[in-house]
Nanobody, 117 residues
């Protein structure tokens, strides 16, 4: 059974930092691209950052220079370090594990991030 469990969300003031974690089980973690997405009320889910199985990264323009995605294959865990948080970063953040060639796509349950002014 595949599980992606996010943690690390919470309430933080603007300018602050949070680190999200996504612990994966039931998959061969190192083969998967790992991504972080977010969804604010009334908005569609959007890509925040993604890291390939080989460690290549991509970021949404809105978070470049502030967020860093990383992975630890030994721990089956992906991370999202979020610095200089803004109120517009407030959303539910979801972890995604994707293996395109086998059409595997899994989601976590989400973790709330709230940035206050």
């Amino acid at each position: 059974q595949v599980q992606l469990v996010e943690s690390g969300g919470g309430l933080v003031q603007a300018g602050g930092s949070l680190r999200l974690s996504c612990a994966a089980s039931g998959i061969f973690f190192s083969n998967f691209a790992m991504g972080w997405y977010r969804q604010a009320p009334g908005n569609q889910r959007e890509l925040v950052a993604v890291i390939s199985s080989g460690g290549n990264t991509n970021y949404a323009d809105s978070v470049k220079g502030r967020f860093t995605i990383s992975r630890d294959n030994a721990k089956n865990t992906a991370y999202l370090q979020m610095n200089s948080l803004k109120t517009e970063d407030t959303a539910v953040y979801y972890c995604n594990a994707n293996l395109v060639r086998l059409r595997f796509d899994y989601w976590g349950q989400g973790t709330q991030v709230t940035v206050s002014s």
